[in-house]
Nanobody
Framework: QVQLVESGGGSVQAGGSLRLSCAYTYSRYCMGWFRQAPGKEREGVARVFNGGISPYYADSMKGRFTISQDNAKNTLYLQMNSLKPEDTAMYYC?????????????????RGQGTPVTVSS
């Protein structure tokens, strides 16, 4: 059973940085992050193939966010720089077994409870 636990969320001012961590019991074919802002649908943030291979980002995160994975530590990371108020959301870590896509991560049963990020202007 894959279990994932996020940490590292918090409150920052616009332009600031945060690093989210996701501790997992087992890695899967696809690991990634998605987020959900109040009153909005879930959206993909960043994903990688197992081992941190071929990172992929949603357009609005490119150049600001970096996803990485350390299988020796069973941890997935999301470094978030140049944060904007519109990045305010609950951030979730997720794993998918067979398909690596935003939908497979968002719909996966393998996800954590989330960590909140608030960016003030």
């Amino acid at each position: 059973q894959v279990q994932l636990v996020e940490s590292g969320g918090g409150s920052v001012q616009a332009g600031g940085s945060l690093r989210l961590s996701c501790a997992y019991t087992y890695s899967r074919y696809c690991m990634g992050w998605f987020r959900q802002a109040p009153g909005k649908e879930r959206e993909g943030v960043a994903r990688v193939f197992n081992g941190g291979i071929s990172p992929y980002y949603a357009d609005s995160m490119k150049g600001r966010f970096t996803i990485s994975q350390d299988n020796a530590k069973n941890t997935l990371y999301l470094q978030m720089n140049s944060l904007k108020p519109e990045d305010t959301a609950m951030y979730y870590c997720a794993a998918a077994a067979y398909v690596c896509s935003w939908d497979s991560l968002i719909r996966s049963d393998y996800r954590g409870q989330g960590t909140p990020v608030t960016v003030s202007s």
